[in-house]
């Protein structure tokens, strides 16, 4: 089975464009995850999706940055307008509730470079 | 507190040696617990996960939980340069649905 797919894998863009990540669950999976890994802060949550539904997005920065799910195979962060602190790798992951089990996978990431 | 807490390292063993990972949470209602490893550039890979008090094994890596004491570890026998990596614990807390916590990470050094 194919894994979590996101694309692109790399984006370089300048302050003040708009950036669009893309995201592909692993069919079958219910639970979508956004994550940003930074070395200062990690790995953080940005948000979550449930059957396609914003569950919590209380770890999105701010209003620059949204997440949209239009159905169950994919998903789109998009940041407007970008800022270079938003430099960072973008993760996508998903999971699915059935057999009680959470484990999360991981999709290969955007590595998001802004000048 | 934070709601998952890790020793930050990092830390460097022997070829041969048992690395100790430790992990500690805040909520005593967590269910599932995982560990993941990343190596450098690459994404979390899931590793292990362990539900139940005591120890499980996998091959050269073993989770231990302590739900009394809040505490789930990982044990790496036999450590191989290729272990070298950053390993990250994860808990499902009890009062959330699908979303695990991540600590930030231990960064493991095995040398030859």
């Known amino acids: 089975d194919a894994g979590v797919i996101q694309s692109p894998r790399h984006e370089v863009t300048e302050m003040g464009q708009e950036v669009t990540l893309r995201c592909k669950p692993i069919s079958g999976h219910d639970y979508l995850f956004w994550y940003r890994q930074t070395m200062m802060r990690g790995l953080e949550l940005l948000i979550y999706?449930?059957?396609?539904?914003?569950?919590?997005d209380s770890g999105m920065p701010e209003d620059r940055f949204s997440a949209k799910m239009p159905n169950a195979s994919f998903s789109t962060l998009k940041i407007q307008p970008s800022e270079p602190r938003d430099s960072a790798v973008y993760f996508c992951?998903?999971?699915?509730?059935?057999?009680?089990?959470?484990?999360?996978?991981f999709g290969p990431g955007t590595r998001l470079t802004v000048l | 507190q934070k709601e998952v807490e890790q020793n930050s390292g990092p830390l460097s063993v022997p070829e041969g040696a048992i690395a100790s990972l430790n992990c500690t949470y805040s909520d005593r209602g967590s269910q599932s617990f995982f560990w993941y490893r990343q190596y450098s550039g690459k994404s979390p890979e899931l590793i292990m996960s362990?539900?139940?008090?005591g120890d499980k094994e996998d091959g050269r890596f073993t989770a231990q939980l302590n739900k009394a004491s809040q505490y789930v570890s990982l044990l790496i026998r036999d450590s191989q340069p290729s272990d070298s990596a950053t390993y990250l614990c994860?808990?499902?807390?009890?009062?959330?649905?699908?979303?695990?916590?991540f600590g930030r990470g231990t960064q493991l050094t095995v040398w030859p």
């Open positions: 362990i539900y139940s008090n």
């Open positions: 999706f449930n059957n396609n539904v914003p569950i919590d």
């Open positions: 994860a808990v499902k807390l009890g009062s959330t649905l699908g979303r695990l916590y």
């Open positions: 992951a998903s999971s699915k509730t059935s057999g009680g089990d959470r484990e999360q996978f």
